[in-house]
């Protein structure tokens, strides 16, 4: 368990990200284009003496780059299309990197204090191992880091954090905890994240991730079997990029988050519990060994998760709006039904099977979630291909893969998931 620390802070921030200087945190923000991305810039442009905006990197989408080149000013930005980069048109002096280096050249820059990661899927996690070893601190939304790699993400959080220990010889400074060097920006994580602080790690008993249940927490497995993608991408509470939404609506979105939150809070897979929430009000909780269950409750606006990852041990006025409970009236919590929503308990098999099948996990479903989205596998068919794939290639060695065998695996795996039937 990685409980932080109870402290104060500069009210900037900064002293949540450096030991020492002073002035804003220099930020490098990777997916600037997506759901998060572009939440992210909404945060960071309304707080312009606490953060400076670095460098900016996205991977198609040159228009929305532009503008926001043109609002944050960075010194470098970075689009993976690199026929479309030669044709941007910048703010001058911007500098612009591409090539397949380009978001770790960006994430290790000797001006970067603190790395957001908006990508998606696995396109980051080389950035993420090199960001953390030239001691960058990493804010990330994106769970498939850690659910792939938290066995090489996880040793060097900790080695950072006992390092900033021993520094600063304060055991309370924000860096002297593992979750001051990997921030949550999950809306779920950053709750447990919120409700540990202060605690002490044998204070905990179980994590409870709430969960809204998607459009379908009622329907039958034979109504799932005929739903559209129009349907699927419909969510009740939660405005997301479409992935994450499909992931909402199967549950393996929850089952990837009980993954990430094992490594994150270094708690055993069978001490953390999913409860049903369709309000959203609650966004998690944590159980301690007396009985008590501390929870956060906010609106589902993923700027304040990624403004508190950004400001920690800080908090500042936000743009999200305080949830009004009055307003918010009843509600309602129940246990998942594994039954119709079987990923879940795949997700949960991968996560107690080790780093193998969880990446067969998360690159299974990139395809099925694809594939459910052009009408070449029906919804019933996106666990039914994720259970396939932790059974095909999540057995056997190595126990703990490198980073270059989680690459050669997640394109095995895509193989397999693109041919399945
Ligand atoms: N959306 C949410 O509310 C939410 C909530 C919690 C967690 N998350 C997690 O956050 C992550 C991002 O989710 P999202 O919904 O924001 O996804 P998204 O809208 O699909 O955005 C993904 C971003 O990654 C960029 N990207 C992809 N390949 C890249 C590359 N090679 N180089 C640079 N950038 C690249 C995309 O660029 P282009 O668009 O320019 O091609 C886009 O900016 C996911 O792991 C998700 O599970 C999201």
Redesign the pocket.
Known sequence: MATPTRQGGSGNGGSGVRASKAGPVRVAL????????RQAVDVLARHPDAFRVVAL?????SQ?LEEQARLLKPAVV?L?DGRAASRLDLPPGTEVVGGPDA?EAIATRSDVDLVVV???GL?ALRSVLAALEAGKVVAT????TLVAGGHLVMPLVRRLAAGAAGATGDEHHPLASPLGWLRP???EHSAIWQCLVGEKDAAVERLLLTASGGPFLDASVADLATVTPEQALRHPT?T??A??TIDSATLTNKGLEIIEARWLYDVPLSAISVVIHPQSVVHSAVQFVDGSVKAQLGTPD?RLPIQYALTYPDRMPSPAAAVDLIAAGRLEFRAPDEGRFPALRIAREAGEAGPLASTALISADEVAVARFLSGTLDFNGIPRLLGAAVERFGQGEPAEPTLDQLVAIDADVHRFAEAYR
Do not use: R, Y
Request: no cysteine.
């Open positions: 990777l997916g600037s284009g997506g759901s998060i991305g990197a996205t991977g198609s989408q929305i970075s993976a978001l908006a990508t998606s396109v939304a994106n769970k498939e920006i999950d809306s939660w997301m990029g992935k994450i993923m």
